[in-house]
């Protein structure tokens, strides 16, 4: 396919409350979305960066600087036919993972919408509903946190994760699971501690938890398999999972048990769809985690949740958890019983809302494609 033009918007989404995690608190999301035009279809990535590099090496702004200067120009002077041929196509820069599945999820949203298929099929998924977890952030007190999980189960969510850190952690446990001693609970430490603090990490099996998500360091795969050695409950990598060398590497060392796949921290579709596969090969369970996307990254989520490894719920859940109002329409619900239905209608299966999309950006740069090959 031609590319006829690549838009790059910055739109501004205060969340509708704060979400803290051992590393920030998030009150206003920076959402940068890439819209590439090809012969009379528009297809749509978001990028998953946060506002700063702390998740991750990425942010909003350095995405925006390599998207506009060197992964746009390389994708306007090529003729993708899949949004497979992406990886290829980036090859000569490294990293950057979120910056490159901006561009390569928007041509398979392209492609999907060019073969009349739903994205969730184009991509292999089976799946006709997906299971639906919730992520909840650390709290001002346990009290607070006890309404937040009790609005959570009651709305049907099937799994609920704790963000976690030191002083936030097994006497929010125990509140959680003496209240509720049947749901699925994990907690999430977004690598808050250290191999010294394994002791008190053990006592963390005692809670029944599905997984203890990236307790170390956020690029680590050796210190998490000496850990796992002395741990019942399962451990789940998140940030240390780049690519599907890493989930090989993770599984072998068996440094988790459990793998969170997202789809902008493995740098698209094609490599989550890899990491996905290696990990179902080797009998390893995956879900799908989430970066407090707007529905653009969201209805992509619960796209790539259709594929059959991702047995366990995942991060994606409610538009109206994050926003007053999404940018896509219908916006994403979830039924009483935690399940999202996979749209069976060709693309995303969620129209953009382009009103409230040009209300709602702050930054804007479109770039013909002859201009962005000049500067190749
Ligand atoms: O570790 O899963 C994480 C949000 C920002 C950065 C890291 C993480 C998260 C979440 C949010 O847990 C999940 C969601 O989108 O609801
Ligand atoms: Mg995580």
New binding site residues.
């Given amino acids: 396919m031609k590319i006829d033009g690549i838009i790059l918007r910055e739109l501004r989404m205060p969340l509708v409350r704060p ?1 803290e ?1 051992s590393f920030e608190v ?1 009150r206003d999301r920076r959402i940068l979305l890439a819209e590439v035009r090809s012969e009379g279809l528009t297809g749509w990535g978001e990028c998953t960066a ?1 506002e700063h590099p702390y ?1 991750s090496g990425e942010s909003t702004d350095t995405a925006w600087q390599v998207l506009l200067n060197e992964l746009g120009p390389m994708l306007a002077a090529s003729e993708p036919e899949h949004g497979g041929d992406c990886p290829k196509i980036f090859r000569k820069v490294r990293g950057n993972p979120m910056t490159k599945a901006t561009l390569e999820n928007a041509i398979w949203d392209l492609e999907a919408q060019r073969e009349g298929l739903p994205l969730a099929r184009l991509l292999g998924g089976v799946r006709e509903v997906i299971p639906c977890g ?2 909840i952030g650390i709290q001002k007190s346990i009290p607070e946190l006890m309404d937040v999980v009790g609005k959570e189960v009651a709305a049907g969510y099937q799994r609920i ?1 704790l ?1 976690c850190k030191r002083g936030w952690d097994v006497e929010v446990f125990e509140s959680v699971r003496t209240r509720w001693p049947e749901i699925m609970l994990s907690c ?1 430490a ?1 690598s808050a501690y250290r191999l010294r603090d394994a002791d008190h990490l053990v006592t963390f099996d005692s809670f029944d938890l599905l997984m203890i ?2 307790p170390l360091w956020h690029d680590d795969f050796f210190y998490h398999s000496m850990l796992q050695k002395r741990l019942d409950t399962a451990i789940c990598l ?2 240390s999972i780049g690519n599907r060398r890493d989930a090989l590497a993770a599984i072998e060392m068996e440094s988790c048990r459990i793998i ?1 796949v ?1 789809l902008g921290r493995v740098g698209g579709f094609s490599e989550a769809i890899a990491v996905h596969n290696a990990a179902q090969e080797r009998g390893v369970p995956v879900w799908c ?5 707007s529905g653009i990254g969201r209805s992509h989520n619960i796209a790539l949740s259709s594929l059959e490894n991702f047995s366990l719920p995942g ?1 994606v ?1 409610a538009s109206e ?2 926003w007053k109002e999404d940018i896509i329409e219908p916006e994403v619900t979830v039924s009483p019983i935690g399940e999202i239905t996979i749209p069976d209608v060709p693309g995303r299966g969620f129209e953009v809302r382009a009103d409230l999309i040009e209300k709602l950006t702050v930054r804007k740069e479109e770039i013909r494609a002859l201009e962005l090959v000049g500067r190749a």
């Fill in positions: 979400f995690t998030t946060g998740f919730v992520s994760k963000k999430d977004n998500e990236q998140d940030e969170n997202k985690g989430g970066m407090l996307e991060d859940s958890r994050y």
